[in-house]
């Protein structure tokens, strides 16, 4: 028996999906994955209209940190890097968020869905100061 039937039915035909992980594969694995490489915010715009060209409504990302040689993804709360564990939002973090997001929107369009994958960055105290420096820039 389909799960949906011990619910009553099903209560839509289509699910919207959207692009998980947008570009974060990209950025370390994109020749074994055989796709373009994400080494700058203009290859983030050209992702976000590719995800656009491909028919998604939403994509989701993660933060990009392309002032740092190699270009990599700002996961502190796996124990990489500095602020661990802190896991405060500074400066340079703060404008990789606000370029990259926009880099997508310039690609992708006015109507498309973006969200930011934020897990295991920063602690509540982290949000708090990043959102009083936000403020602040």
């Keep these: 028996m389909p799960v949906y039937a011990l ?5 839509r035909d289509r699910l919207p999906l959207y692009w998980s992980h947008c570009g974060s594969y990209r950025l370390r694995n994109a020749a074994m994955m055989g796709v373009e490489p994400v080494r700058s915010l203009d290859d983030v715009v050209k992702l976000g209209k590719h995800v656009k060209d491909s028919g998604f ?17 700002h996961q ?14 500074d400066r340079a973090t703060l404008a990789a ?3 990259g997001l926009a880099a997508f929107r310039q690609g992708a ?14 602690k ?3 949000y708090i100061k990043g959102r009083a420096r936000l403020r602040a820039l």
């Design 7 to 11: 619910f009553g039915g099903p209560v």
């Design 57 to 73: 409504k939403a994509l989701k990302t993660n933060i990009f940190r392309f002032d740092l040689d190699p270009p990599s993804m």
């Design 124 to 126: 509540t105290e982290g």
């Design 109 to 122: 369009g006015p109507d498309m869905g973006i969200h930011l994958d934020t897990n295991f960055n920063f």
């Design 97 to 99: 968020i606000t370029d």
């Design 76 to 89: 502190p709360g796996f124990a990489r890097g500095a602020g661990y564990p802190e896991l405060n939002a």
